[in-house]
């Protein structure tokens, strides 16, 4: 089944002519779902070590997971009720021969063969902090000061196709997350607010912060994010790419004691930890660099090639 996609304006769509001709993007046949050219990925790769580089006195655990997780973990961060319309979930075959062939008949005519398929035990990463949470609950009690946690780069999956090439249904997300006293994971949030927004307009972005809301489902979701917005749980870090405004290339979300309670994270003295997360969509900041300096990656500007290359 094809989903509906949310349409381009005419910059955005010229904008995606150019990065699929300078073969920045490579066309998969749907919308939000690309290959990634030889720039674009040495861009994003060198733009996740800069990251590294920025995040080293944070001292974090390093963890590394996959683009699926156990549909129990997304049920419990009541992901499904917040956004219905995101959420993905692995679906397979456990029928016999018989229903086998029925449906092989199908989808070699590209009709729908999704009856014969069962949910199964996982789901797509919608959020790459989410395998976190009940790792890090699993090791116990957590020591005074808490801890902080960089996930890396991995792949998030959002069902929103659209034409508007930075809105990708794949994409890269660089994760790091705080777990620990409430105070702590709040200085650490303002922290990577300010030096996200130093990091990005040293590579020659007009990088701005604000306030926002998650695009929550529904008219209850639409209550959901004005109370986020006021109060000031989620912040993003903004930079021209081809919309009419500027688009979000990173956020900060405070989630207070919500998954410290959900997860069972247990601060030192006792009580739900307090968590935060940051989230950088690589593809994002990639496409804010080539709007901003061209699409010739080596004519860009020396200061900003320098961050990037000979550090
Ligand atoms: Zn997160």
């Not at 029925?102 to 395998?131: F, I, N, R």
């Not at 209550?223 to 993003?236: I, P, V």
Request: aromatic share 8%; net charge negative.
């Amino acid at each position: 089944m094809s989903p509906q996609v949310l349409p381009g304006t005419e910059r955005q769509l010229a904008f995606r002519r150019e990065l699929l001709d300078r073969g920045h993007l490579i066309e998969t046949g749907v919308d939000g779902v690309y290959g990634l050219g030889p720039d674009f990925e040495d861009v994003r790769r060198r733009f996740d070590a800069l990251v590294t580089r920025v995040a080293a006195p944070d001292d974090a655990v390093r963890m590394h997971f996959p683009p699926v997780l156990p549909l129990r973990t997304l049920e419990a961060t009541g992901y499904v009720g917040s956004f219905p319309h995101l959420c993905s979930v692995v679906h397979a075959f456990e029928g016999d021969a018989v229903e086998a062939r029925t449906m092989a008949e199908l989808a070699e005519k590209h009709a729908d063969w999704g009856d014969h398929l069962v949910q199964s035990d996982l789901a797509l990463v919608p959020a790459c902090c989410y395998p976190v949470y009940p790792a890090i609950a699993a090791r116990g009690r957590l020591s005074v000061g808490g801890v902080v946690v960089d996930a890396g780069a991995a792949y998030a999956f959002r069902n929103e196709p659209s034409e508007d090439p930075a809105r990708l249904r794949a994409f890269h997300q660089r994760e790091i997350v705080r777990i620990g006293e409430p105070a702590a994971v709040e200085a650490w949030r303002d922290r990577w607010r300010d030096r996200s927004v130093a990091l990005l307009r040293g590579l020659g972005l007009d990088a701005t912060c604000d306030t926002a809301g998650d695009a929550f489902f529904g008219r209850a979701g639409r209550m959901l994010a004005a109370t986020q917005r006021r109060d000031g749980l989620k912040f993003e870090v903004l930079a021209p790419i081809a919309g009419d405004a500027p688009t979000a290339l990173a956020s900060f979300n405070y989630h207070r004691d919500h998954f410290g309670a959900l997860f069972g994270l247990e601060l030192a003295g006792g009580g739900p930890a307090h968590t935060a997360c940051l989230g950088f969509g690589e593809e994002r900041v990639v496409m804010a660099l080539l709007a901003a300096h061209g699409s010739a990656v080596s004519d860009w500007p020396s200061e900003v090639r320098a961050q990037l290359w000979e550090a």
